[in-house]
DNA sequence: CAGTATCCTCGCAGATACTG
DNA sequence: CAGTATCTGCGAGGATACTG
């Protein structure tokens, strides 16, 4: 019968969940505080399918937190840009970063164990590394805004100390 | 095939998201807040099905964000508390909690609008209303923590004015 | 480039039966 | 009560072809 849904939970997390819990909705919106506004930009950076990212910012647009606008006057193309209500996701983005930082990646480390698919049994998972193998620690994992980051974006990231992503 | 993996993103958000950014995980975490610790606890809470219930614990136990202990001494009962790395996922709730008090029933609030899957048209969603039908105010949608609640989450939820969910 | 439409696969989830 | 095992199905998500 397919996932429940949330949406009438008396309760701002299912809510919240609801809005943009699924698994690439919250990546999308990190990626538009980097700067990404066009179709492409998010298709590439994330690797989505096409049909999927589509639904996604339809539904962002649906939910407010997204605006999609004619890039140029009268033009054919359009971009996708964070509302106020957008914006407002950066503490939770920067809430997640955080926690990961402490106990992922961080001190609180320990090597996470999956689930192997295919035998069932536990393993434990690839640590985070560079391409020549060695381990990354938490100040290499911050992401910088991109150059398409707005004012706006870039004035929220400064303030309160929240620094990168 | 299938979804894909976020955990070899260099990036805590993604990271994050691996860990507990499925549709039951977090609130799994936020019943667990309030109290919930046997396996009995979350089902009736969440009217999640025992499958799903028994492979999130799983999962949540292997990330280190619950541990399982027996709950008497030499007993075949279980029950599953939030570690340390689990309780410090009270900011992510938080923040999510307070994005949704201000954009999805606060001020800001705007109906949103849902597609409607037998028709493909677009239909405001439902408000949240009690069971007369009044719609609900910020102040009625927080959830008090339960009698099961730690000393240790109660002390969590108190400091910082963070309030109850 | 920016999507839409279609097909297909598998993961997620519900229901239920079963076990200690 | 606390799970595990199995069956089933929806639907999310990937790949690709197609359109303006």
Redesign the interface.
């Known amino acids: 019968m397919g996932?429940?849904r949330?949406?009438?939970m008396?309760?701002?997390?299912?809510?919240?969940?609801e809005?943009f819990?699924?698994?690439w909705t919250?990546?999308i919106v990190?990626d538009a505080f980097f700067g990404a506004r066009r179709f492409g930009d998010f298709e590439t950076n994330l690797?989505?399918a096409k049909n999927i990212l589509s639904d996604r910012l339809q539904r962002l647009v649906?939910?407010?937190i997204f605006s999609k606008q004619p890039v140029a006057e009268s033009a054919q193309r359009f971009e996708y840009r964070l509302t106020?209500?957008g914006e407002?996701?950066l503490?939770?983005?920067t809430?997640?970063?955080?926690?990961?930082?402490?106990?992922?990646?961080g001190k609180?480390h320990?090597p996470?164990?999956?689930?192997d698919r295919a035998t069932n049994r536990?393993i434990p998972?690839?640590r985070?590394t560079d391409v020549d193998g060695r381990p990354?620690g938490r100040r290499?994992?911050r992401?910088e805004p991109g150059p398409g980051a707005s004012q706006q974006t870039l004035r929220l990231l400064e303030r309160r100390r929240q620094g990168p992503?």
Chains 1, 2 share one sequence.
């Open positions: 996932r429940k949330f949406g009438d008396n309760c701002g997390i299912a809510q919240a969940l809005a819990g699924d698994w919250l990546l990190r690797g989505i649906e939910h407010g106020e209500k407002a996701l503490p939770v983005l809430t997640l970063r955080d926690w990961s930082d402490e106990w992922v990646f609180g320990e996470v164990i999956v689930k536990r998972r690839m985070v990354l290499d994992l992401t992503l």
